[in-house]
Nanobody
Framework: QVQLVESGGGLVQAGGSLRLSCAAS????????MGWFRQTPGKERAFVAA????????YYADSVKGRFTISRDNAENTLYLQMNSLKPEDTAVYYC?????????????????WGQGTQVTVSS
């Protein structure tokens, strides 16, 4: 079992940067595939980025490719999302998620554990 707590959200102007963190409890963080999703009111959670257990393989949604970077520090049990060149359409609640099995990294239904979310607001 793993528990996830996100932090680092806030209000930023368009073109700015934020770094989200996701602290994981437990001793098995390194055995989980991790992902970031985001959600706006009235819509389903949308895939943002994912990373394998070692950090050696990453995946991104087309909308964030080249601007966002997902990474992890297994020694610190922490997942990160560096967000650069932010746009107003990046405004959302951002969630980190964990899963054990290899599967569709972009599907929210493949993830077993979720954080509470952190709000990111990008002003124009």
């Amino acid at each position: 079992q793993v528990q996830l707590v996100e932090s680092g959200g806030g209000l930023v102007q368009a073109g700015g940067s934020l770094r989200l963190s996701c602290a994981a409890s437990g001793r098995t963080f390194s055995s989980y595939y991790m992902g970031w999703f985001r959600q706006t009111p009235g819509k389903e959670r949308a895939f943002v980025a994912a990373i394998n257990w070692s950090g050696g393989t990453t995946y991104y949604a087309d909308s964030v490719k080249g601007r966002f970077t997902i990474s992890r520090d297994n020694a610190e049990n922490t997942l990160y999302l560096q967000m650069n060149s932010l746009k107003p359409e990046d405004t959302a609640v951002y969630y980190c998620a964990a899963r054990r099995a290899v599967g569709d990294f972009a599907s929210q239904y493949e993830y077993n554990h979720w954080g509470q979310g952190t709000q990111v607001t990008v002003s124009s």
